[in-house]
């Protein structure tokens, strides 16, 4: 269901149109949700906040639900909090090494320094302007892991662009100090959130606190400032109040709880709302709100002050059945993944692949739109997952600049064998079969499990034909039954005789190999048109 939809059930509600299950431009691809709008005003969210909120409240709404931003085909459509990319149309080797850059980063030569920042977990400069105009976040590796957060970062900002979400242009930059150059009226915000006047000794305190290579050059990711008016993070729930685009209340957004499977892929326990944000850009002379997420220096094995801690991605900051278990027992009762070990790679940090269950994994503190995910969410992650190919994942990481290649090595291996488990349990909780296509007299599909190796071939795939009446949500057996090893099924010749506009359904299931027993259906639904007949919808049984 999409933006359109929403607004003619609404008018369906109060008697102005009928409640029909599919309309007939379904499904869409995209949402209008960059229409026009007054400027919404700009957003703080406190992180302390953000986590008593989420730990020890329960914000949004939590009832289970299936997502409501879909289109029928149970995809997520093109908006201003989503694009469809490597999984929806294959994208090149270069385009997936480029992801959202459209530059080189800032240019060689004086950086004139504005803003500083001792605030947050990594010190920094929160704007830079180079001699071409260019404006730039600057961030650093801490010390004693030189390569580790700027890798991550970089590394994980390409994954994401790739997957489908709004992220800034991040580059890898290499320079020294005398570079800087203090601008006037430069100011620096401390650790208590108050802002002074900068100065030089500043800019070199900070310096003192972030990783140096051995030439005594600085390695940093310039991340671009982006475009338009910043009006702060998003909610994983709700919707903001002021944003008239803004519909859908978040924690019941396909994107944001498919999230949930992506970030533990790449073991981004920080994914929270303070690493998230909304722009106001002005676009053929329209202004709305485009959603980020931003700061990735926090994933795979970096923790962006220091390595990961072996409890990110395992354990919530606060779960007190366990912290009462462990003082009931004196400290005896003890997590697994506490002896886990780590290969002692500093430009890595920690991160393995052997213990990592994608089912269980965890961010820092509960996240609505992740807790309300559903097995048919995280499908639909997984999906996007698993259209990473072994070299796709190679070269990405490559662009992490790595100059140890042993440990740029593991970690591809552990982000193919973490991917392998994300399709091998998530493809695998309902019927894979998917990418249904009509060709002629036939209907086709693909096994996406079976396609990447994550489960056997079936037996055969069952199907039954029904009519089905649009208004009144009724199937009509066809006594039409199928029973096929595999892709394409035929469809029936009444449904070409049928009139424009009518409908029509095929319930396809999985047989299991040795055994009578039928696994979960997909319910494949068709609609004549006046040249043929097209995939108007797509339901899975959970």
Known sequence: MCFRA???????????????????????????????????????????????????????????????????????????????????????????????????????????????????????????????????????????????????????????????YHVPENYIVSFRADQLELGDDAIITDTLGRQRKMDRRDIQELLNRVARAPDGSYRAVASKILDGQDIGPFRYYGTRPDDPNDVFPHEHRRELRGLWVMCGWLNHDDSRSINSLDMLVNESGRQFVRHHLIDFGSILGSGSVGEQKPRAGNEYLWEPGIAFTRMATLGLYDRHWIRIRYPAYQSLGRIEADYFRPERWKPEYPNPAFVNGLPEDAYWAAKIVMSFTDEEIRRIVATGQLSDKRAEEYLVQCIIKRRDKVGRYWLNQLNAADHFRVEGEQLHFEDVAVKHAVAQAPAAYAAEWYRYDNIRDRKTPMRVKQEVKGSPLAIPAEVFTARPGEYFTAQIRRKVDGSDKIAKAVHVYLRRETGGVTLAGIEREE
């Open 6 to 164: 929403l607004v003619l059930l609404a008018a369906a509600g109060a008697g102005l149109a009928h409640g029909q299950k599919f309309l007939p431009d379904d499904p869409v691809a995209r949402d209008p949700d960059d229409r026009n709008i007054p400027p919404p005003r700009r957003y703080k969210l406190s992180d302390y906040y953000d986590f008593i909120q989420n730990t020890f409240g329960d914000p949004g709404d939590r009832k289970p639900r299936t997502a409501i931003n879909i289109s029928t085909l149970g995809e997520v459509p093109d908006s201003s909090w989503y694009q469809n990319r490597h999984a929806r149309r294959r994208m090149t080797i270069e385009e997936l090494v480029r992801g959202p850059d459209r530059g080189t980063g800032p240019a060689p030569g004086t950086w004139k320094v504005l803003r500083g920042k001792n605030e947050g977990i990594t010190p920094g400069f929160s704007l830079i302007v180079d001699e071409r105009g260019g404006r730039y976040a600057i961030k650093f590796d801490p010390r004693g892991n030189l390569e580790m957060a700027t890798s991550a970062d970089v590394i994980g900002t390409k994954f994401f662009y790739a997957m489908g």
